[in-house]
């Protein structure tokens, strides 16, 4: 879908350069207001002559004409009319917005109702889950349908790691043997998603800068599907020559924002001090330093932490600012990692005692050719997305849902979402029924249509929860709708799944 790397190439085209400046300052600004606890304490103390403070930390501009963004006076006319007396404010809060409205796009982008209409239905459900499961990071998640990793585990070893990556082992080299099934990989990924493929990245459990060879397979990713892939670093400056040619790949093809992961101030400064303001404007700042003013995900090893602090009775506070950030997953559909030849299928989820890594694991399976890899992904597929509800289907709402019954229907709800069924004749009874979590859909829909309900209306009713995500359908605990199929010389059923022997992290 090139409108959304038109789209993404117009926010940028809009401004002039001399706009473009001013943007790029007011971007350092902010950055260093969200990471840098000494920043915020000198815009505090010099209120009254912030220019030193500026020219110290080197952003040009004048932030009299943005109090809305830092000064707590004026924060209440972000986003106000009034807003327009605080002219950079208002030009922030524009792009910010504009930023947004493409991310929700990448999101769209992903959809494959024309190509794979089977695959498009499992990842609208898993995206209705997310937003009713996730509490503030179901919105920023754009359930991109893959990820390759180009390396076996990443060697920056962040504490907060929210997928818990393992220690680096190694990485694939780009050579006659590896771009070959690269480039074969990805084309099968375009033959079976189409221009959704172009939502695919490269790492996972890894850092590009581990891949000494990353931008060549980028670039190959490019040719393949249209699209430079998003990166994200969090050692932008291991190989600072490589950074750049994953920069200039952006400047030359500019399709998506590039975001460091900033996991300490010492390399905060230092990113600073090495790229400009205006090279900083294609790569968001992500500033996971324990000073910054983000939220860590409740899940892996930044999880871990927070119950060995409980365990030893502190407080599990783990970040300046804490709010429901529960997974740093994103990827709805396939896993692929390069170096082990393997494929997993995968969407995002609470961390928590069920998915310690904050998504769940449907499958996963080997490939040494990209034949192999095209045919797994039809095997999983033809597995896992099944839509419709069986009558052999075991029902319940998922168990982070809290039930409530009503005279006239019932509510389950957590503190992201609250869905409501009331008013058909048969609300109060089905939410009783599906509540007591071991009934099948064939047992429901014969007592609701025993009680005189009409058939096809209780139908459609199960078919819309299913497919807004309240149904627990965790692949760990015998999911809803899995299908039997030949897998080698295996057969693998709903039974081994929920027994674990398929699909864990
Ligand atoms: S957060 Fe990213 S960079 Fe840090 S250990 Fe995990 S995968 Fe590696």
Redo the contacts with the bound molecule.
Sequence with gaps: MSSTKDAYREIFDAYSPDEFHTLSNIKRFMECLVADPEFREKLTANMDDLAPVMAEYGVDVDPYMMLPLFSSKHLQYRDKDEEAQWPLSKMWSEYMQKIIAHRDMLRDHGATEVVHPSFHKWRQRQISRGMSELGASGPSITHPIVAYELCDG?S???W????S?ERFQGYLPYDEESAPLWRGVVQSMVDHFGDAAQTGFCYW???PMDNPDYDKFIEDHYHVTGFLPQTTS??PLKDVALTRRVMALFDKYRCVTNRF?I?NLKLFRKVHAEFTPEELMGVEIVAQNTEALMAKANAGRARERKAKLRAAGKDDKIAVHDDDHSTIACVSGFLVNMVNRTVRMTSPTRGGDRWALGYRVYDERHFDTPEEFSAVIDEMIKRHCVNELQPGDRLAFRPDLEYTQFDDGFEVRNSTQIHTLCGLPYSAHLGRLVNEGDMLVGQIQAELIADGANVFMVCETLQHLFDIGIFDDDPKYGGIGLRPVLIETEIIDSASVAAGEVGRA
């Design positions: 990443c920056v070893g962040c907060f790691c929210g997928i990556a459990a890894t850092d969090a050692a992961s996991v």
